[in-house]
Protein backbone atom coordinates (compact mmCIF):
# COMPACT_ATOMS: atom_id res chain seq x y z
CA UNK A 1 0.00 0.00 0.00
CA UNK A 2 1.32 3.29 -1.03
CA UNK A 3 0.71 6.36 1.30
CA UNK A 4 0.85 9.83 0.06
CA UNK A 5 0.99 12.89 2.39
CA UNK A 6 1.08 16.65 1.53
CA UNK A 7 2.40 19.15 3.47
CA UNK A 8 3.46 22.84 3.70
CA UNK A 9 0.29 24.79 2.80
CA UNK A 10 -0.52 27.96 4.48
CA UNK A 11 -1.60 31.57 3.95
CA UNK A 12 0.76 33.94 2.09
CA UNK A 13 -0.14 37.25 0.43
CA UNK A 14 0.25 38.13 -3.54
CA UNK A 15 4.06 37.94 -4.19
CA UNK A 16 4.41 35.54 -1.95
CA UNK A 17 6.23 31.82 -1.99
CA UNK A 18 5.49 28.48 -0.29
CA UNK A 19 6.93 25.22 -0.42
CA UNK A 20 4.85 22.70 -0.49
CA UNK A 21 6.29 18.77 0.10
CA UNK A 22 4.88 15.23 -1.08
CA UNK A 23 6.21 12.71 0.98
CA UNK A 24 5.38 8.92 -0.05
CA UNK A 25 5.92 5.53 1.46
CA UNK A 26 4.94 2.01 1.17
CA UNK A 27 7.20 0.92 -2.31
CA UNK A 28 10.03 1.84 -4.09
CA UNK A 29 9.02 4.53 -6.78
CA UNK A 30 11.55 4.08 -9.83
CA UNK A 31 9.71 4.54 -12.59
CA UNK A 32 6.78 6.08 -11.23
CA UNK A 33 5.23 9.58 -12.12
CA UNK A 34 4.17 11.99 -9.41
CA UNK A 35 1.96 14.80 -10.11
CA UNK A 36 0.51 18.19 -8.19
CA UNK A 37 -2.84 19.23 -8.59
CA UNK A 38 -5.29 21.76 -7.20
CA UNK A 39 -8.68 22.36 -6.79
CA UNK A 40 -10.58 25.85 -5.79
CA UNK A 41 -13.96 25.90 -4.52
CA UNK A 42 -16.63 24.94 -7.13
CA UNK A 43 -14.06 24.37 -9.82
CA UNK A 44 -12.44 21.07 -11.01
CA UNK A 45 -9.06 19.64 -10.11
CA UNK A 46 -6.57 20.81 -11.99
CA UNK A 47 -3.19 19.47 -13.21
CA UNK A 48 -0.81 22.14 -11.49
CA UNK A 49 3.15 20.22 -12.37
CA UNK A 50 4.05 16.46 -12.90
CA UNK A 51 7.95 14.90 -12.94
CA UNK A 52 8.60 11.32 -13.52
CA UNK A 53 10.31 10.31 -10.75
CA UNK A 54 14.00 9.97 -12.60
CA UNK A 55 13.63 13.48 -13.15
CA UNK A 56 14.50 13.32 -16.75
CA UNK A 57 10.84 14.30 -17.77
CA UNK A 58 9.18 17.53 -15.67
CA UNK A 59 5.65 19.32 -16.95
CA UNK A 60 4.02 22.33 -15.49
CA UNK A 61 0.59 23.59 -16.12
CA UNK A 62 0.79 27.40 -18.54
CA UNK A 63 -0.87 29.23 -15.52
CA UNK A 64 2.55 28.57 -13.21
CA UNK A 65 4.81 27.73 -15.73
CA UNK A 66 8.23 30.57 -14.70
CA UNK A 67 6.24 30.21 -10.70
CA UNK A 68 6.69 26.54 -9.46
CA UNK A 69 9.84 24.23 -9.63
CA UNK A 70 9.68 20.43 -8.77
CA UNK A 71 12.44 19.18 -6.83
CA UNK A 72 12.95 16.56 -5.16
CA UNK A 73 15.29 14.04 -2.48
CA UNK A 74 14.63 10.93 -4.06
CA UNK A 75 16.57 9.10 -0.52
CA UNK A 76 13.19 10.01 1.19
CA UNK A 77 10.79 9.58 -1.28
CA UNK A 78 9.68 13.11 -1.11
CA UNK A 79 9.34 16.18 -3.78
CA UNK A 80 9.06 19.48 -3.50
CA UNK A 81 6.87 22.11 -4.81
CA UNK A 82 8.20 25.24 -4.82
CA UNK A 83 5.31 28.08 -5.42
CA UNK A 84 7.13 32.10 -5.91
CA UNK A 85 5.01 34.78 -6.95
CA UNK A 86 2.08 33.52 -5.66
CA UNK A 87 -1.68 34.96 -7.54
CA UNK A 88 -4.68 34.74 -5.77
CA UNK A 89 -6.02 32.42 -8.45
CA UNK A 90 -3.48 29.74 -6.65
CA UNK A 91 -5.68 29.32 -3.97
CA UNK A 92 -6.87 25.83 -3.76
CA UNK A 93 -6.53 22.64 -1.55
CA UNK A 94 -3.19 21.14 -3.49
CA UNK A 95 -2.82 17.15 -3.82
CA UNK A 96 -0.11 15.64 -4.40
CA UNK A 97 -0.65 11.88 -6.56
CA UNK A 98 1.28 8.68 -7.78
CA UNK A 99 1.01 6.80 -10.16
CA UNK A 100 2.67 3.77 -10.04
CA UNK A 101 1.95 2.30 -13.34
CA UNK A 102 5.12 3.05 -15.81
CA UNK A 103 4.17 5.48 -18.82
CA UNK A 104 6.99 6.95 -21.08
CA UNK A 105 5.42 10.30 -20.76
CA UNK A 106 3.80 11.99 -17.19
CA UNK A 107 0.31 12.30 -17.65
CA UNK A 108 -1.82 15.55 -16.76
CA UNK A 109 -5.48 13.71 -15.98
CA UNK A 110 -6.05 12.93 -12.08
CA UNK A 111 -7.80 9.74 -13.39
CA UNK A 112 -4.58 8.05 -14.18
CA UNK A 113 -3.10 8.64 -11.21
CA UNK A 114 -3.74 5.84 -8.49
CA UNK A 115 -2.62 7.45 -5.10
CA UNK A 116 -3.71 10.39 -3.49
CA UNK A 117 -2.65 12.47 -0.61
CA UNK A 118 -5.57 14.24 2.06
CA UNK A 119 -4.30 17.99 0.45
CA UNK A 120 -3.26 20.62 1.59
CA UNK A 121 -4.77 24.39 1.84
CA UNK A 122 -2.49 27.01 -0.06
CA UNK A 123 -4.58 30.68 0.28
CA UNK A 124 -3.33 33.27 -1.30
CA UNK A 125 -4.24 36.91 -0.08
CA UNK A 126 -4.92 39.68 -1.98
Known amino acids: QVQVVESGGGLVQTGGSLRLSCAAS????????LGWFRQAPGKQREFVAN????????DYADSVKGRFTISRDNDKNTVFLHMNSLKPEDTAVYYC???????????????????WGQGTQVTVSS
Open 97 to 115: AVRTIVSSSPPTIPSMYNY
Open 26 to 33: GRTFAGYT
Open 51 to 58: THWSGHIT
